[in-house]
């Protein structure tokens, strides 16, 4: 029987840390780590779980980790089917099939394309490719704006095309006369002619505008219809620094993380500029983000740290810092009373920077005076003035003043640590959960309570259970 | 120059807790309401070799100083004691002279601490006191014992070499100080490798300090910082708090607060190397209301020692200091130098009060590197009975 708790115990630990790895770990280089480090890292850990728990590990796909996980989860089930039993196979199927459905489709054709690196061409790769590729709506606009992809994934599944993809893949474009799908003829003249290349995707058509040296303020102009919203939201600060005209975009809908990670991009004076506008969209993106699980938290205090090493890295440019602030608006929407405190006190979040040193526990001292139902700590971390004081801090306060716990405390952290393949804890006592993308939060709020590690296996598997049926009934992209 | 045996320490500053990284221990040093009345500026270097020409003209025969510099320190103050702009935002003419000389850049220049203008100054960092160390005893014997070659009686130590590394060879160094959260008002940084105290760096102005701070990597340690360095990782310490005696949320402030002056506290005893000894103090030059100073510890093989260069306000406070931890093995010579002197380079004696023998002596000066001070056969002699 205590074999079987330990068993469970270590399971249940092991899954844990699993899933909050694959929500904040992108294999890139943070602040406190190189990208080697943590690309190193969380490939074991996948490793371990997929060689221990093949099930559990496929039903992470469900959990709303972040996409580069996912990718790595399609991998790594697909290139070991071996070892899976039949009914396993089945479930996997449907879970990698939706997965990929979910992701965007850049990513997903990048999955399939690291099945082809890694040379892994079963049958059921082969299924999987087919399936996803005739689940397209238009796959013929796939076939020019992800050309590269698409053909290398065809041609390595042995796929059979009967259409006109097949000739766009594989024959030589002067030995073709005219294309009878129109994008396919748009893409065969703008090989030669400079008009035809307005009629294709933005990232297809910049090369031909290369090769035709088409002045960049005219291409711009005039390929803005053709343009996603995250291409013109990638444009703005670039178009607005060389002097040239910038695509009008609906900040709005940009994602709430996104639209903080570009703010924090702009000069102060361009923040002051626009106040207005932006202030404007941060709220709409908030309630659009809120829409579908909003949720009323009551009293939220949140500590939110803006200490230099949230400048993030060369690779996540101020992601920590945007994801703090990102977070205190979200939880402002969902609090019925809210009050943030930042590690170095901000009299305009417009204004925000990353500077100064880790000093949690001040702020946390001023949160709990607040008297807070919940706080959130949105931090790396990285405690250093003075180390260790906001654990000593929170265990006082629970042992003397608030010892029914009345106050819950969760540690969002936004940084993966490699070494301890974890997100780095500041207190023993409190759960902390990793997270990419502040829409998360409400997912990670409802995941932070198997972080505390009383819960029973049972229930994390149920969660998950609960998790895997409502993301196959949605097959649709959200 | 006067020398006078005196106690430095950091009035005015307080020490904040430590940011580790590896074996690197960072203790920020903060000061509140700097009057900014001198300013600290970088001025980079790009040759590879800087030559300083200590006595007389740029180029002209006399004392000269070798080594590689990065950088230098422009100061700049007003008498008046209101705040003074920094040097960047000035207009500066070319320092020295360059020369190309079989692909190596080199730099000449003159003295350590040279005044460019009525309120500026050019200080070389480290190497003021690097030079106050290889100078000393740099006379060499007075007495012309017959052990003691022609050249050492003609020129002294002449030439008198020290080698150290760059801050880049000192492991997880670079990351520390990359990773490493400046402090609002900090103006220095008491550098630890494996928990040794290797350099204290202090300036007068905070926004000087963030300018300055990369500069930390450019300057030069002892030798043995680097294998401190390999060792692993400095622990982190953990304050407790005492539940006891908290019965309220401001208690609890309180018992953060005081967490914070325990920190202050622990890491100043780590320093009491440093600050709190007597130091072996020459006074340099003197400037307004300021002084710059070279100092020493007292060369005690047994102990850590450290040199250093500092300006004192004429209250007292440190304006500016860099310190540099001699490795053992420079203490060692620079102790023997010492020993030597003080009974007037008479090889005979020095050795009886080394509690040596004659030969055990000879062989000495011949190992920590000062061969060149004896006749080749009084070291093959030496050598010979040693057998």
Known sequence: MTTRKSYDRVTREDLVLFINACFVCTGQKEFYGDSIGQNVSIAFLHEYVLGNYRSLYAHALASGINHFNQSLIIVNLLATGKQATSEQRTEEGKLIATALRKLPPQRALATLQRLVKRRVNNRRTRATIRDYLSSRKDPNFDAIKYRKRVREVVRHS???????????????????????????????????????????PFTVAEGFAKKHKIPRDRFLKKIEPKMTMQEKLRLQSSAAKSGKSVPEIDLAQVSITRLCLYLLSLKHSEREEKRAKFMEAIEGSVTRTLNSSSKNLGRVATVLDRSYSSSGSSEKQRRPLA?????????????????????????????????????????????????????????????????????????????????KQETTVIHVNPVFNAENYIPHTVSPLVNTVGIRDAEDLVTMLEFARFAEGSTPLSELEDYLSARVRSFLKSTQRS | ??????????????????????????????????????????????????????????????????????????????????????????????????????????????????????????????????????????????????????????????????????????????????????????VGMLVFVSDELASAFVVSHPDDYRELHRTLLEDFYGETLFYYGLYGSAPEWIEEIDGEKVNSLSDLSQAVASMRGKFSQLQSQMADKLFGRELDIKNLYNFSRFSIHHFCTNLDPASENHIGEVILRDDGTVEYMKTYRLSAAQTRRAYLLSQLAANQWNITQAAASLNQTYNELILRIKNAGFGYLLKDHVIKDAIKKAR
């Open chain 1, 158 to 200: 042995h796929l059979k095309i009967t259409d006109e993809r097949g000739t766009l893949f594989f024959t030589k474009l002067n030995k073709v006369k005219q294309f009878q799908v129109p994008l396919f003829e748009s893409f065969r003249q703008a090989h030669y002619a400079q008009e035809a290349i307005y009629r294709l």
């Open chain 1, 323 to 403: 994801l703090a602030w990102a977070c205190g608006r979200l939880l402002q929407s969902m609090a019925a009373e809210y009050q943030a405190f930042w590690t170095l006190p901000v009299e305009d979040e417009l204004m925000l920077s990353a500077k100064g040193q880790t000093d949690l526990a001040t702020a946390m001292l001023a949160a709990l005076k607040w008297k807070p139902d919940l706080v959130v700590i949105v931090s790396d971390g990285y405690e250093n003035d003075p180390p260790g004081a906001l654990s000593e801090l929170l265990r006082v306060y629970w042992e003397k003043l608030d010892p």
């Open chain 2, 1 to 186: 120059m006067k020398s006078t045996i005196e106690k430095i320490d950091l009035t005015g500053l307080t020490l904040a807790p430590a940011q580790v990284w590896g074996s690197v221990r960072l203790v920020p040093l903060i000061r509140d309401n700097a009057p900014g009345d001198l300013r600290i500026a970088p001025r980079k270097y790009s040759e590879d070799q800087m030559i300083v020409s200590l006595e007389r003209g740029l180029v002209d025969k006399g004392l000269k100083y070798s080594s590689y510099v990065p950088h230098g320190l422009i100061m700049n103050w007003n008498t008046d004691g209101r705040p003074v702009a920094t040097f960047k935002t000035q207009i500066a003419k070319q320092e020295g002279k360059c020369f190309e000389f079989e692909g190596c850049s080199m730099r000449v220049t003159q003295r350590m601490i040279k005044r460019e203008a009525k309120n500026r100054l050019r200080l070389l960092p480290m190497h003021v006191a690097m030079e106050g160390f290889l100078q000393l005893h740099f006379g060499g014997p007075d007495i012309a014992w017959s052990e003691y070659s022609r050249e050492a009686l003609a020129l002294g130590l002449s030439p008198r070499i020290e080698e150290s590394l760059r801050g880049q060879w000192v492991p997880g160094l670079e990351t520390a100080l990359r990773v490493f959260e400046i402090h609002e008002n900090q």
